[in-house]
């Protein structure tokens, strides 16, 4: 693969999704792009440089698929989780009458984030009939939201963070693997969107969280998506991104709350409450 090849592939993957693949990432390439090449009898993926000087959707589409990081799990990081619980009663008391609190996993990958968020808001509103809840999952990967739409997990993922009453209360035994119980799959609804994409259908909502996706992109786009972001967030709204992402020198439309890492508001007054 020569280094146009490579600035190529790159490229394609940095216009559709935003991720940056530098040149000492030239490895993933060699190691998750094979099942592509068989695809799409490729014999090389100095073959795959060529065929992408050519505007081609579904070849586009199989390369960021591939070149995407899914990694995740349960209730990752803890503190995001603690204090969504904790504000919880606080957002739901600044609804307007009859309106659900809404709240969105905006790089939701395998499930995990999603479903840790739908048992949190189950366990903490218990069968408080009073307050409707939607938790929207979304993610630029078809396939991932495939599996992830399946809530079926294995023995190694749900020893990832999930408390072992978290795991019999909202799981079922299914052979090797464990099943997301009907009631808690019914609580998400996931749909495939790009966060580089206008994001205004959407609507606003009381929490956000969106995580280990920024540390994919460069400054401009990071400051681009979390203005799209902070503009997704209710007033009072809060924004949770992971443990190596910031607003800081970023934007200003978001500001960090107060003691809270990883937590973010979108006025000073709010933020420091
Ligand atoms: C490392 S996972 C993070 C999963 C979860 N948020 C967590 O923290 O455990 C990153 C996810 O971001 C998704 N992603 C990458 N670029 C995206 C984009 N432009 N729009 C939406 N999702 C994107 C990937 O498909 C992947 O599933």
């Not at 586009?60 to 070149?67: I, N, Q, S, T, W």
């Not at 990081?69 to 995001?80: A, I, N, Q, V, Y």
Request: proline fraction near 5%; hydrophobic fraction near 40%; aromatic fraction near 6%.
């Amino acid at each position: 693969m020569t280094n146009d090849d490579f600035a190529e592939i790159a490229g394609v993957v940095r216009r559709r999704s935003g991720i940056v693949l530098t040149s000492d990432k030239a490895y993933l390439l060699e190691t998750r792009l094979g099942p592509v090449l068989s695809r799409f009898g490729l014999a090389s993926l100095a073959a795959l440089g060529q065929k992408l000087r050519r505007p081609d959707e579904a070849l586009e589409r199989a390369v960021v698929e591939a070149l995407t990081t899914h990694e995740s799990s349960f209730f990752r990081d803890g503190k995001p989780f603690e204090h969504l619980t904790k504000v919880l009663p606080r957002l739901i008391a600044s609804r307007s009458p009859g309106a659900p609190l809404r709240i969105w996993s905006a790089a939701c990958s395998t499930g995990q984030e999603p479903y840790s968020i739908a048992m949190l808001v189950a366990d903490t509103m218990g069968a408080r009939k009073d307050c409707r809840v939607e938790i929207l999952a979304t993610d630029i990967s078809a396939e991932i939201l495939q599996r992830a739409r399946q809530g079926v997990f294995t023995q190694f993922e749900v020893q990832r963070g999930l408390p072992i009453r978290s795991l019999v209360k909202h799981f079922k035994q299914d052979g090797a693997k464990w099943k997301i119980s009907p009631e808690l799959a019914a609580m998400v609804r996931f749909e495939e969107r790009n966060l580089l994409n206008d994001l205004s259908s959407l609507g606003r909502f009381d929490a956000i969280f969106c995580r280990n996706v920024l540390i994919y992109f460069d400054a401009p786009t990071k400051t681009r998506v979390l203005d799209a972001l902070a503009r997704r967030l209710t007033p009072d709204g809060v924004l949770y991104l992971g443990g190596a992402e910031t607003v800081l020198g970023l934007t200003d439309r978001l500001v960090p709350i107060a003691g809270e890492r990883g937590a973010y508001g979108t006025s000073p007054q709010r933020a420091a409450a």
